[in-house]
């Protein structure tokens, strides 16, 4: 074995893509060597999901099941390594869907357990929220972080590896559900996000004048269900009967444009006060909803304005990939912080208190200012 590396292997099961990646980096800091992503595979269910309009619990733990032993197999093909070789496997604990979260996480532990090697138990979130610092030499720095994916809104002061804390978060739907359910709600297909985002190009984002729920009080809290209704209320008055399929394509533009820009304006805003409040000079972007271009032109625009540094996750690893968990696992790795095979998963398992191990500090009280 090479000993100046680590080799983990990671998977990822926790809602509808299977993925496992398999990443390499230097034992000991400070060898100004990144690690080295050796291969990513992911296999999306969401086509098999799209007919029943959302993610179907059932049928996505059956395909983790009859996934997982392909891409693991392709993984170490595509990094020319033996499964022997690797030091240690990691895969997501939660949060996420509980049947899906089994399969991997057994997984991981059942190859943990014929090797020999140690089992990492990685927080889907914490993947998300350093996955713009894979290909960093030296780790996590002190930032500001937003995730905003599916299932979770966070702003989160980071201070380095493990130290966290929640900032604020949203009190409702997470930005990626409302861009899912306003998608529905226009007839657009699953996932809702892309499609809007696509939907919205031509359109004025000044069209409608969407609320901006909670945009000035002085706390990093977000809420979208309001901005939902908005959006459900409108069609009425577009159409006869309310039907989305009578809005002309520009009504539709107009709509997703103007949805899209108050989504992107609460988030700017919340980001200017986090940054005033914890003084970061880099901002990080990650999750699914990180995919957008117009959120990411408007965040570039805020770091200019503001002279900060924008780091957003590389192609591939803002929504759900394996590389992010091979990171944190690796990390973790890298710092002894191992897990015993008995370690069950958890649906809801927060980021700030990530299996007792981290410093980070609690969820303020819902709507009261952070
Ligand atoms: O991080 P992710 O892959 O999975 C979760 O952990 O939830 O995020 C998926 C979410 C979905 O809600 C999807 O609609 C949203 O990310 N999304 C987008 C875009 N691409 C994906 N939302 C807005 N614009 C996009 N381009
Ligand atoms: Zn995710």
Partial sequence: MDKRHVTVLGIESSCDETAVAILRAPWSRGTNEPPEL?????????????????????????????MLPLLIREACSEAKIGIREIDAFAATAGPGLASSLLVGNTTAK???????????????????????????????????GLVVSGGHTLFIDVRGFGEYTLMGRS???????????????????????PEI?????????????????????????VSFSGLKTAVLYTLPKLTANGNPADLSPL??????????????????????????RTGHGTIAISGGVACNKTLRTALEKL?????????????????????????????????????????????NLPLAGTLNRTKGGLAPAPGKPS
């Avoid at 086509?47 to 099941?65: D, I, K, M, T, Y």
Wanted: proline letters at 8%; hydrophobic letters at 40%.
């Fill in 38 to 66: 050796l291969s990513s595979v992911i296999s999306s269910q969401i086509p098999l999901h799209r007919v029943h309009g959302g993610v179907v619990p059932e049928l996505a733990s059956r395909n983790h099941s009859r």
């Fill in 110 to 144: 059942a190859l943990a357990l014929a090797a020999g090697k140690p089992f990492l138990a990685v927080n889907h979130l914490e993947g998300h929220l350093l996955s713009p610092f894979i290909s960093e030499p030296d780790g996590t720095p002190p930032h500001l």
């Fill in 171 to 193: 009190l409702d739907d997470a930005v990626g559900e409302a861009f899912d359910k306003v998608g529905k709600m226009l007839g657009l297909p699953y996932p809702g996000g």
């Fill in 197 to 221: 985002e696509k939907a919205s190009q031509g359109g004025n984002p000044a069209a409608f004048d969407f609320p901006r729920a909670m945009i000035r009080e002085k706390h990093a809290n």
């Fill in 251 to 276: 009504q539709l533009s107009d709509i997703c444009s103007s949805f899209q820009q108050a989504i992107i304006d609460v988030l700017v805003s919340k980001l200017k006060y986090c940054q005033e």
């Fill in 303 to 347: 770091c200019a304005e503001r002279g900060l540094s924008l780091k957003l996750s590389p192609p591939g690893i803002s929504t759900d990939n394996a590389a992010m968990i091979a990171y944190v696992g690796m990390e973790k790795f890298r710092k002894g912080d191992i897990h015993s095979l008995g370690e069950d998963v958890d649906p």
